[in-house]
């Protein structure tokens, strides 16, 4: 049997992350966690899916929250989910499975702090993906019709806050700083194509696959 593998894929919000991670999934004929985490979660717990969906790095309703101001992930507001259950007791339990599904077969996780929870997994990858924000406004706003250019511009900087706030506070270290990860690369030099086969021979050399 094949000794198990994962990668994992931080990025900033319109690099084509997620879009990278599901052209290595193809690939490695492997699945890949994204959004899927949440509900996997939600099972295994018992919970009710929302109370992860609000604790989440990139939870529903991003865009408005971010466009009416920045929201540190793990501060409460004092609402019936605060009391249920903290942001970290929430974390833990997504950890969990993020542990469980690495330890059941090789997969690829996208963001969800996976690097640093899988630490210690014997045979990981950390990739970050970064591009030039001219690219990230367009691939916004093909995704959010009628959203102009300058808020575009202001709600991606504060997804990289939020973002950034959920990792650091998480994992005590430096989101999208390259001491941090295995390989950070902009996905404007090459686009996407040419950005994930790049990714795929630098992982390919390093797990010796």
């Not at 899916?49 to 507001?77: T, Y």
């Not at 929870?117 to 367009?138: K, Q, S, Y």
């Amino acid at each position: 049997m094949e000794e198990k593998f994962i990668i994992n894929i931080g990025r900033e919000l319109g690099s084509g992350g997620k879009a990278i991670g599901e052209r290595l999934a193809k690939m490695y004929n492997i699945h890949m966690y994204d959004k899927k985490l949440i509900k996997l979660a939600a099972e295994e717990s018992g919970l009710c899916q929302k109370f992860f969906e609000k604790a989440d790095e990139s939870n529903k309703g991003f865009i408005s929250s971010l466009m009416g101001g920045l929201r540190v992930p793990f501060i409460g507001d004092g609402s019936i989910y605060d009391n249920y259950l903290s942001n970290d007791a929430l974390f833990k339990i997504q950890s969990d499975v993020i542990r469980k599904l690495a330890a059941e077969e090789s997969c690829i996780f996208i963001g969800r702090c996976a690097d640093y929870i899988l630490r210690d997994h014997p045979r990981h990858v950390n990739i970050f993906i970064t591009a030039d924000m001219r690219d990230r406004i367009a691939r916004l706003r093909e995704t959010n019709a009628g959203i102009s250019e300058s808020d575009a511009e202001i709600y991606l900087e504060k997804a990289d806050k939020k973002r950034s706030s959920y990792y650091n506070y998480y994992s005590n270290k430096t989101w999208g700083a390259a001491a941090t990860y295995h390989l950070c690369i902009n996905s404007s030099v090459f686009g996407l194509d040419r950005t994930t086969e790049y990714i795929k021979q630098f992982i390919d050399e390093k797990l010796k696959l």
